[in-house]
């Protein structure tokens, strides 16, 4: 049973940073046994992939957030990171943390090489002009 918590979420102007935390708690295995990755859906818009990390050498990123997010990790901490520099208001949306297998799986979103099955809460950001 994988269960995950996002934080790090909040108001900021364009131009500004936010750091989102996502907590992974498992039952079995390490963080690195799972591809982890970030999404985000705006208001009246399908949730899309922002960034995924297979844990087997393939990280992507969305062309919108190329050069401004970094997806990373800490091990040891059982913790993902999306660092978000750069904002645009056109970022605003909800942010979920999920995690997910290569293998193919029903239910589960597609994205990066990656079938996501488990997901966060989610964690607002709102970027003001």
């Known amino acids: 049973r994988v269960q995950l918590a996002e934080s790090g979420g909040g108001s900021v102007q364009s131009g500004g940073s936010l750091t989102l935390s996502c907590e992974v708690s498992l039952s079995r295995y390490g963080i690195t046994d799972y591809c982890l990755g970030w999404f985000r859906q705006a208001p009246g818009k399908e949730r899309v992939g922002v960034a995924s990390n297979d844990n087997d050498g393939l990280i992507i990123y969305a062309d919108s957030v190329k050069g401004r997010f970094t997806i990373s990790q800490d091990n040891a901490e059982n913790t993902v990171y999306l660092q978000m520099n750069s904002l645009k208001p056109e970022d605003t949306a909800m942010y979920y943390c999920?995690?997910?297998?290569?293998?193919?799986?029903?239910?589960?979103?597609?994205?990066?090489?990656?079938?996501?099955?488990?997901w966060g809460q989610g964690t607002q950001v709102t970027v003001s002009s």
């Open positions: 999920a995690a997910g297998y290569t293998q193919s799986l029903s239910s589960a979103q597609f994205y990066g090489g990656c079938w996501y099955n488990y």
